[in-house]
């Protein structure tokens, strides 16, 4: 079976601080993660993914996430955070052994980032 | 380029009535796939179109379906609308059902009263 866990309804930084929002996921075959970003009323945006390859992922605004086999984890981080990246986290599991697109989701983690 | 476009953008509807939500994939985009996403949880898989069939289905009883056109729209029907059916109704499209590359739409709001 596939799930995400995201242990953290709501993380709060500082502007300038770095930032991390966690998610760990159980899945049975090869782990596909990523990342997407909700604003208020809007749909997801993809920031980032991790198919194989190098552990440390980049992807878009500055965010990056570090896929983590021995502990299950794919967390979220960004050096130095913008009031702007204030909004709705969620991570996703995809299983790698099938061939369609079937995401599992994290109940998400809302993210405030104070000036 | 459009992206993924979804209408309406929200809808409300009683109890026992039946609705239909659309979605036009981004270009070149051949894949839909629908989520739902109550408030406060993160968006559950409903099912995914391709080649105008359904390929796969999640845990959603029969009152839901869905239709995909030649022009590889689609559309999500769900009947006897039930109060919890309320949710952020999301579409998903991408290049082949295989493409990890997908993009969703901005979502559809549908309140059952």
């Known amino acids: 079976a596939q799930s995400v866990a995201q242990p953290e309804d709501q993380v709060n930084v500082a502007e300038g601080n770095p930032l991390t929002v966690k998610c760990t996921y159980s899945v049975s075959g090869n782990p596909y993660l990523f990342w997407y970003v909700q604003y208020p009323n809007r749909g997801l945006q993809f920031l980032l993914k991790y198919i194989t390859g190098d552990n440390l992922v980049k992807g878009s605004y500055g965010f990056e996430a570090e896929f983590n086999k021995s502990q299950t984890s794919f967390h979220l981080k960004k050096p130095s955070a913008l009031v702007s990246d204030s909004a709705l986290y969620f991570c996703?599991?995809?299983?790698?052994?099938?061939?369609?697109?079937?995401?599992?989701f994290g109940s998400g983690t809302k993210l405030n980032v104070k000036p | 380029d459009a992206g993924v476009t979804q209408s309406p953008t929200h809808l409300i509807k009683t109890r026992g009535q039946q609705v239909t939500l659309r979605c036009s994939p981004k270009?070149?985009?051949?894949?839909v796939s629908w989520y739902q996403q109550a408030l406060g949880q993160g968006p559950q898989f409903i099912f995914q179109y391709y080649e105008e069939e359904e390929r796969q289905r999640g845990n959603f009883p029969d009152r839901f379906s869905g239709h995909q056109f030649p022009n590889y729209s689609s559309e999500l029907n769900v009947n006897a609308l039930l109060l919890g059916d309320s949710a952020l109704y999301l579409c998903?499209?991408?290049?082949?059902?295989?493409?990890?590359?997908?993009?969703f739409g901005q979502g559809t709001r549908l309140t059952v009263v």
């Open positions: 270009s070149g985009h051949d894949t």
């Open positions: 996703a599991v995809r299983d790698g052994s099938y061939n369609f697109n079937k995401f599992y």
């Open positions: 998903a499209s991408s290049s082949g059902p295989r493409n990890t590359e997908a993009f």
